[in-house]
């Protein structure tokens, strides 16, 4: 059984950067059919897709809303997965969810079989 526990500040300044590490147990990030995901839930909104990485690391996939200021990479030896998040907005304050699905990038919640307890990140002067 696959589990995923996210980690990282919970408070940051407009402008200022934040990096959310999500572990990865039971499972190994480099095994072939996982893509590993972020998403996030702000407050009175649904969950929406952040970003994407394939199942072998070579592409990945962003919201238009984080596109050029997020980036989401791995450590397969720490068998760790990260979103860093540059340029932060208030309007990205959520809370963010890790996730794992089968097969290619998708960006439907409904796709993803593994999710982490998420944390709150929020954006405020």
């Known amino acids: 059984q696959v589990q995923l526990q996210e980690s990282g500040p919970g408070l940051v300044k407009p402008s200022q950067t934040l990096s959310l590490t999500c572990t990865v147990s039971?499972?190994?990030?480099?095994?072939?059919?996982?893509?590993w995901s972020w998403f996030r839930q702000a407050p009175g909104k649904q969950r929406e897709f952040v970003a994407a990485?394939?199942?072998?690391?070579?592409?990945?996939d962003y919201a238009d809303s984080v596109k050029g200021r997020f980036t989401i990479s791995r450590d397969n030896a720490k068998n760790t997965v990260y979103l860093q998040m540059n340029s932060l907005k208030p309007e990205d304050t959520a809370v963010y969810y890790c996730?794992?699905?089968?097969?290619?990038?998708?960006?439907?919640?409904?796709?993803?079989?593994?999710w982490g307890q998420g944390t709150q990140v929020t954006v405020s002067s």
């Open positions: 039971g499972g190994s990030i480099t095994a072939s059919y996982y893509t």
């Open positions: 990485m394939s199942r072998t690391g070579g592409s990945s």
């Open positions: 996730a794992a699905s089968w097969g290619p990038i998708r960006i439907e919640e409904s796709a993803y079989i593994y």
